[in-house]
């Protein structure tokens, strides 16, 4: 089967649910309407401490950063699309002042790209393409790095109110406890003595207390509400009374957590001390728990990260280790000739099952005094490979690659939720490397959190 064809048959999965439409009548014969999709360009600013009144604020580093920014509207941005066989097939010249680009999933084959290109500026003397798949797209907010001739900032999806106070002060007459512990998805306290601590959190969210006693943790409670002077509840703390639940820990792991769902919103829990423990606490009656173990690079001859993700089955014990569907060995990934273009390679990776992956490589040329950071986003079926769109960059040819990488992510379910997510939480990466890269805006960060954390997947890296 040929890979414009596997891919093609990949593309009801992968954008399911994305509303493509029906058509009416009795014939039937009529083909569905297109799907369009928006892309909107923006710059991302440097971290202020009085962001411009009416902007919306980005948050820079994820949760708990503490550092905010906004971002303007970015129109000097050329955009390209490619065949699936890498070719070029046409420029779009449709970027509106204010950085707005709407296209029809028609202008792109099965298979094909749509590739931001941020060419070189007196700031920065590199090319940096982010090439995004057509079974990929979405409406996205992307950043690129080329100084703008406008300074208007970005007003839209602007983020769920939040409000900063202290904690109500939890009965805490049925644990024995010295210390307090608070989560929210904003801000993250310690275990102290110290009960009167402020936090920021969104007007529906509870609050996290997490109570200790010598260290360990003994009980915990949601609270409902924070005020502005430190006051008590009659909510009380409820005790863990050592409940615990095993975990086989077969991946030579770095880190291994846990997460407590209350609502939209996902908590931290714990850390597992991976040398000296082989339970962690929880509760029985909460139900949606989730882990994350991760694994850093150089722990075993493979060589590659890795981080597995999924929920807690209160019922059994965890099993962290790799999918059986999933093999790794120490192959850098490669570049080579492929047809008019070239193929990203991954030797190193092979699955039975179809991936989402980030390949990315970087090209040198000092003659000519710059270099090509690019950056492809696919959907990729079993022993496929990766088509590099053809950029047109004579001094900068794929094959010149000075290094390469690749994150691989195979989810359990294949959906429009975890590919979106996955390109967007490329975007702190981007930020400080100064790559084209997809945004979440704040509208989108507590779905994109959630489904980070609730979704079922493995994401490797080399």
């Known amino acids: 089967m040929s890979r414009v064809l596997t891919l093609s048959l990949l593309v009801s999965t992968v954008l399911a649910g994305c509303g493509t439409g029906s058509t009416s009548g009795n014939s039937g014969s009529q083909p569905p309407p297109s799907q369009n999709y928006t892309f909107e360009f923006v710059r991302v600013a440097e971290p202020v401490d009085n962001i411009p009144a009416d902007c919306t604020i980005f948050d820079v580093g994820g949760q708990n950063s503490g550092t905010q920014t906004y971002v303007t509207l970015a129109p000097d941005v050329r955009v390209e699309i490619h065949n699936a066989d890498g ?10 002042d204010s950085g707005v ?11 094909g790209y749509i590739s931001i290109i941020d060419s070189p500026s007196k700031i920065h003397l590199f090319y940096s393409v982010l090439s995004i798949q057509k079974e990929l797209l979405a409406d996205y907010v992307i950043n690129i790095d080329r100084p703008q001739s406008i300074s208007s900032c970005y007003v839209k999806n602007k983020g769920r109110q939040t409000k900063t106070g202290y904690p109500l002060l939890t009965d805490q007459v049925a644990v024995i406890t010295d210390g307090s512990g608070y989560e929210t998805s904003h801000s993250s306290v310690a275990n102290q003595s110290n009960r009167r601590v402020e936090v920021e959190v969104y007007d529906n969210e509870k609050v996290l207390e997490k109570a200790y006693h010598n260290n360990e943790l003994v009980g915990y409670a949601f609270i409902d509400e924070v005020t502005t002077t430190v006051e008590p509840t009659d909510d009380k703390l ?53 882990y994350r173990a991760y694994r850093a690079q150089g722990t075993t001859s493979s060589n ?9 089955a209160l019922s059994t014990d965890v099993d962290i280790q790799l999918p059986a569907s999933i093999s790794l060995s120490d192959n850098a990934p490669v570049i080579a000739t492929s047809g008019p273009s070239f193929s990203f390679q991954s030797p190193g990776f092979s699955s039975t099952e179809t991936r989402l992956q980030r390949s990315e490589y970087n090209t040198q040329n000092y003659a000519v005094n710059t270099d090509l950071k690019h950056v492809i986003y696919s959907v990729v079926a079993p022993s496929d490979n990766v088509t590099i769109p053809d950029l047109d960059l004579a001094d900068l040819s794929p094959l010149a690659a000075t290094s390469t990488s690749v994150v691989i992510l195979q ?3 294949m959906n429009q939720n ?3 997510a996955f390109l967007r939480d490329g975007q702190q990466a981007g930020q400080q490397q100064r790559l084209v890269s997809v945004l979440f805006t704040p509208a989108e960060r507590i779905n994109h959190n959630k489904t980070l ?5 493995t994401q490797v890296s080399y």
């Open 87 to 96: 070719s070029f097939n046409s420029r779009l010249t449709t970027v509106s």
């Open 101 to 111: 680009l709407t296209f029809s999933a028609d202008d792109i084959e099965a298979g």
């Open 238 to 290: 409820i005790d863990i009374n050592n409940e615990t639940l095993a975990f086989n820990e077969l991946t030579a792991l770095n880190e291994l957590t846990l997460s407590l769902a209350n609502g939209e919103y996902d908590h931290p829990w714990y850390e597992v001390d991976l040398v000296n423990e082989s339970t962690f606490p929880y509760v029985s009656s909460e139900t949606t728990w989730s």
């Open 304 to 312: 590659w990260n890795f981080a597995l993700n999924g929920p807690v």
């Open 411 to 413: 989810p359990e379910v």
């Open 418 to 420: 975890i590919s979106a």
């Open 453 to 457: 954390t609730r979704e079922t997947y």
